[in-house]
């Protein structure tokens, strides 16, 4: 069902089932007369392409390291019994909230998260739209350490597969707020709101399938009524073309890294928070010239 550690494939019985739901909101947009984001689906599918071959390799860096912790692993959680299935999902929406969370934070890994966040507009195709370089940049290992623990890596695959499929449903416009399953579980508006590049919504809400880790660690936000919300990356020109989205951020992050003095500066190009490197604080600066 999925690769070790890294973002799922869904089985192909699912993908009639996106399929319907993408026409859909194709039908919703034309319902409203919204243009619908032709060419920025086009480029979604193009990186959803482009991933085929790179989670080859993931799965050849990832299998070696879960299959080392699973031998190792101090228990055995059994997932015949429902608190097993219930701390393995508790588990693997606790590792996917940091995960993501570093995926925002840390620069080497948002290099390749920020792939996600670059359609200017938040429709399902959106959600196809994820980073080609995880293996490069290593987000998967917060999972590693449910494998030492005794949570079977392909289980933990499968809930990660179930997580991001619902997380799918997320990437859209056509549904309001949920009522009282607002405060639980991680709804269309949360999700918008975590896709925004308003200032006041930057590396909010990075919770799964619950919103509940966001609200313990204070990374809780809700849209504030009145307020549009902008999508795409803050201070980069959105493009269209798959292996600018891909790669521009890795290729910015060398630019810094060669321009910075001393190795503090550098490490920090690397490995601090991608709104503090070289590249963000001047195109920041530029905007901000009139």
């Keep these: 069902m999925a690769i070790l550690g890294g973002a799922s494939v869904l089985p192909l019985k699912f993908y009639p089932v996106v399929a319907a739901a993408v026409a859909a909101e194709v039908a919703w947009y034309a ?52 608190w097993g299935l219930t701390l393995l999902f508790a588990g693997e929406e ?16 948002w290099a390749s998260h920020s792939v996600h966040h670059s359609p200017t507009a938040l429709h399902l195709a959106s959600a196809f739209r994820l980073g080609v370089t995880e293996v490069l940049s ?52 949360h999700h918008r709101v975590h896709h925004a590049s308003n200032p006041e919504y930057l590396d909010r809400n990075y919770g799964g399938v619950v919103i509940v880790w966001d609200r313990l660690f204070g990374t809780f936000a809700q849209a504030s009524p009145g307020t549009p919300l902008t999508y795409g990356l803050a201070h980069v020109a959105p493009s269209g073309n798959p292996l600018v989205v891909c790669l521009r ?16 500066t550098r490490l920090r190009q690397l490995f601090g928070r991608p709104g503090d490197s070289l590249s963000a604080r001047g195109a920041a600066l530029r905007q901000d010239i009139p």
């Excluded at 597969?161 to 405060?183: I, K, M």
């Excluded at 951020?249 to 503090?264: K, L, N, P």
Aim: glycine content about 6%; proline content about 7%.
């Design 94 to 109: 606790f590792c996917y909230y940091w995960g993501h969370r570093l995926g925002h934070e840390v620069r080497w890994v």
């Design 138 to 189: 290593c987000g998967w290992l917060v999972y590693v350490p449910l494998y030492f623990l005794g949570f079977n890596p392909v289980a933990v695959a499968a809930m990660l597969a179930l997580n991001l499929f619902y997380q799918f449903w997320l990437h859209t416009e056509a549904v309001g707020t949920l009522g009282p399953l607002e405060w639980v579980l991680n709804t269309p508006a």
């Design 249 to 264: 951020e890795w290729t910015a992050m060398a630019r810094d890294v060669t321009r910075a003095r001393g190795i503090g």
């Design 31 to 82: 319902a409203r007369r919204r243009p619908y984001p032709w060419s920025e689906t086009a480029t979604s599918v193009a990186v959803l392409l482009m991933r085929i071959p790179m989670k080859l390799a993931l799965a050849g860096v990832v299998a070696p390291v879960a299959w080392y912790a699973w031998t190792h692993r101090i228990a055995t959680v059994p997932l015949d019994r429902w």
